[in-house]
């Protein structure tokens, strides 16, 4: 029974009737507790702006649409997400060479200095959530996540 932010995962004072035996419910208290740890860990971005800032590091130049595609979000949500990491100053949209049409989005030097702070606090986070598996347990878990 973790317990993360005041977040029991399992209560056993609690019957969960059919919804325990359901798997997106299990994953889905899984990822409960797992984001408190993260709003402990990483400090000023949630987690979809943090995968945005990850994802332009990891593929500068690419627009806003692929960006939604890759995030699973709508047009709404990652134009949302864009013009929030810009008002940061962490990501800049400039004219992309394959489409006139569509921004290019890059980190700036602060959106590159937060990736790096970012990315250690998650780094930690990450390893605290999945601190009670087996290496073994976490490559079988990563896998089986990928079925979905």
Known sequence: MAKTGGFEQWPADVEFGLLGELVGYAIRRA???????????VTGLTPPLLAA???????????????????????????????RLAALKLVRRAPSAADRRANALQLTDLGRKRHGIASAEVWAHDARVAGNLTPSELKTLRHLLTKF
């Not at 990822?31 to 860990?41: G, P, R, T, W």
């Not at 593929?59 to 699973?72: C, D, H, K, S």
Request: hydrophobic letters at 50%; aromatic letters at 4%.
């Open 31 to 41: 990822q409960i507790a797992i984001y408190k740890d993260f709003e402990k860990s």
């Open 53 to 83: 800032l990850i994802l332009i590091d990891a593929n500068p130049g690419i627009n806003q649409t692929r960006l939604g595609q890759v995030m699973g979000v709508n047009r709404a949500t990652i134009m949302a997400l864009i013009d």
